[in-house]
Antibody, heavy 119, light 110 residues
Framework: EVQLLESGGGLVQPGGSLRLSCEAS????????MTWVRQAPGKGLEWVSQ????????YYADSVKGRFTISRDNSKNTLYLQMNSLRAEDTAIYYC????????????WGQGTLVTVSS | QSALTQPRSVSGSPGQSVTISCTGT?????????VSWYQQHPGKAPKLMIY???KRPSGVPDRFSGSKSGSTASLTISGLQAEDEADYYC??????????FGGGTKLTVL
């Protein structure tokens, strides 16, 4: 059974940093593209970032480019999102998700972790 | 890059059919066959319902179907059931390894 378990969310001040983790199980982690998607309170979904199976190729939404860094440790079956220079508008539930194919849909999602940026 | 356009809400009675539209541009929906639809119940993670425009993952009832015409994709739910009441989001590949979601549609089963 595929499982994705996020952690690392919390309350952080504007300008601060936070690192999210997503521990994967039930599939060959290194074979799949992984993605972060966020959802602001009461709002819709927003694609944030994606990383190839090897970790070599990374992609970002314009809204987070230069501030967020996606990475993975295939030996630990874990995906990360390092978030720096956080802003109030980054407040959201952050979901990690597994992509079916490189460009395809997200077939498994974690339960999400809440990040709140506030002073 | 603006979100794909979805109606804010749709409704239908049990047993009826409803269709949710998702309008984009030639740079996203119109340019690729990587449209997917997600169902989200309150407080839960999204669930994949349709991928690659028309395909259903195993376990998703065949009451759910997807289609696309030009730059507009659609999700049709036939034989509405109470448990279908949820928010629905469309998503499309938008080129250069970026993806765009719709604003979401709240489905109410009357």
């Amino acid at each position: 059974e595929v499982q994705l378990l996020e952690s690392g969310g919390g309350l952080v001040q504007p300008g601060g940093s936070l690192r999210l983790s997503c521990e994967a199980s039930g599939f060959t982690f290194s074979s799949y593209v992984m993605t972060w998607v966020r959802q602001a309170p009461g709002k819709g979904l927003e694609w944030v970032s994606q990383i190839s199976g090897s970790g070599v190729n990374t992609y970002y939404a314009d809204s987070v480019k230069g501030r967020f860094t996606i990475s993975r440790d295939n030996s630990k079956n874990t995906l990360y999102l390092q978030m720096n220079s956080l802003r109030a508008e980054d407040t959201a539930i952050y979901y990690c998700a597994k992509r079916i194919t490189i460009l395809g849909a997200l077939d498994y999602w974690g339960q999400g972790t809440l990040v709140t940026v506030s002073s | 890059q603006s979100a794909l356009t979805q109606p804010r809400s749709v409704s239908g009675s049990p047993g009826q059919s409803v269709t949710i539209s998702c309008t984009g541009t030639t740079s996203d929906i119109g340019g690729y066959n990587y449209v997917s639809w997600y169902q989200q119940h309150p407080g839960k993670a999204p669930k994949l319902m349709i991928y690659d425009v028309t395909k259903r993952p195993s376990g998703v009832p065949d009451r759910f179907s997807g289609s696309k015409s030009g730059s507009t994709a659609s999700l049709t739910i036939s034989g509405l059931q109470a448990e279908d009441e949820a928010d629905y989001y469309c998503c499309s590949y938008a080129g250069s390894y970026t993806w765009i979601f719709g604003g979401g549609t709240k489905l109410t089963v009357l």
